[in-house]
């Protein structure tokens, strides 16, 4: 098992740029998260889909769209890309049923915004 | 979510415990204890969690207050490996809730 992937691992954008960021687990999990993790500060929620079809606002949703493609895919996109979004952005999965489960994390995408 | 307070730094000697504060003193009823560390930039990794009583696994042990409003993480015998920024978070347990994430303590190990 590969557990939860991301790729590019780092990306470089121009001011007003888009891309996509992109995630996927193979552990069957239910629900999926974007967090973003700016220098010196702990991980903050962009995003996050409760279940396959569904996707709810986190703390900073402001500059960023998701699309939960599938059960394992989630994806982050930037339309216009900011300095202030340049960060390392972290994915993560959980089974999400029933009581406490473990929350995994991919390794990051690191993006700087120029 | 109960808010979380966490010393921002603490050195520990090799070989030592480690012993991690936490304060949660708005905990609710239905809220655990989880703690996750941050290894250098690496995505966060789950340590344990615990309700009310005290917990132990293969990494860590938990301890909890009686009145539920603080807790601590004990690493019997740290490592250079378990330098780290750990992180304490309260939360429901439903299984797919956000867990929301503080500054955490920067733990260093020094040989």
């Known amino acids: 098992n590969a557990g939860v992937t991301q790729t590019p691992k780092f990306q470089v954008l121009k001011t007003g740029q888009s891309m996509t960021l992109q995630c996927a687990q193979d552990?069957?999990?239910?629900?999926m998260y974007w967090y973003r993790q700016d220098p010196g500060m702990g991980l903050r929620l962009i995003y996050y889909s409760a279940s396959e079809g569904t996707t709810d606002k986190g703390e900073v949703p402001n500059g960023y769209n998701v699309s939960r493609l599938n059960k394992r895919e989630f994806s982050l996109r930037l339309e216009s890309a900011a300095p202030s979004q340049t960060s390392v952005y972290f994915c993560?999965?959980?089974?999400?049923?029933?009581?406490?489960?473990?929350?995994?994390f991919g390794p990051g995408t690191r993006l700087t915004v120029l | 979510d109960a808010k979380t307070t966490q010393p921002p730094s603490m050195d520990c000697a090799e070989g030592r415990a480690a012993n991690l504060p936490c304060n949660h003193s708005?905990?609710?009823?239905?809220?655990?204890v989880y703690w996750y560390r941050q290894i250098h930039s690496q995505g966060p990794q789950y340590i344990i969690h615990g309700l009310k009583n005290n917990e132990t696994n293969e990494m860590a042990s938990l301890i909890i207050t009686e009145d539920r409003k603080s807790s601590t993480l004990i690493l019997p015998h740290a490592t250079l490996r378990d330098t780290a920024v750990y992180y304490c978070?309260?939360?429901?347990?439903?299984?797919?809730?956000?867990?929301?994430f503080g500054k955490g303590t920067r733990l260093s190990v020094i040989a």
């Open positions: 552990m069957n999990h239910n629900s």
């Open positions: 708005t905990i609710s009823g239905n809220e655990y």
């Open positions: 993560a999965s959980r089974a999400g049923t029933g009581g406490y489960n473990e929350q995994f």
């Open positions: 978070i309260v939360s429901v347990s439903s299984g797919n809730t956000p867990l929301v």
